[in-house]
């Protein structure tokens, strides 16, 4: 199962040009059982991904109608945090065995997040809107169980992002 939370904080300058707050929470959830015989196990896995940044939104109206184009660019932080769970199971005739694992990685680095979208000015304060949004980021070190792991190969996440909303203008 996976969810998707965004939050946005924009104070705008000009007809075209604003400066904002970014919050994204990606979290995704995989459960596995199996079973081989001798040998069984179920396990859990999570994911989050946690992006907050500072941004510049730029506003383009389009002409002779109430609409208008936006685009975003913003840098942040984005924190990578995995939870590994689970029991594995050893049994045949002669004997029976459980282990329980458990295992945490995390990890942090500067990302970049990218937006375009449209919106429809509704009445003065109010717009409804459509989004997609693309977020980055490279990890070349995870920490967890009290050690640090440099990557053989850097882990590179992308994430794709299609929004509709309500916006409300103060």
């Known amino acids: 199962m996976a969810r998707h939370i965004r939050r946005n904080l924009t104070a705008i300058f000009s007809d075209q040009f604003g400066i904002g707050l970014k919050f994204n929470r990606f979290t995704t959830t995989e459960k596995s059982n199996t079973d081989q015989g001798w040998i069984s196990s ?25 609409n208008f184009y ?9 924190r990578y945090l995995e939870s590994n769970e689970g029991d594995i199971y050893l049994h045949n005739y002669y004997f029976s065995d459980h282990t329980h694992i458990k295992s945490e990685l995390e990890g942090g680095a500067v990302s970049l997040y990218l937006a375009n979208g449209v919106d429809l000015l509704l009445g003065e304060n109010v717009s409804v809107g459509i989004q997609l949004g693309l977020t980055y980021v ?27 909303g309500l916006k409300i203008y103060f």
């Open 70 to 78: 936006h685009a975003l660019v913003s840098v942040g932080y984005s």
């Open 42 to 66: 179920k396990m859990e896995s999570k994911i989050s991904i946690n992006y907050f940044g500072i941004g510049m939104y730029f506003y383009q109206p389009v002409k002779n109608t109430s």
């Open 138 to 164: 490279c990890y070349n070190k995870l920490t967890g169980n009290g050690k640090t792991y440099k990557l053989d190969e850097k882990l590179h996440l992308m994430g794709a992002d299609l929004t509709a």
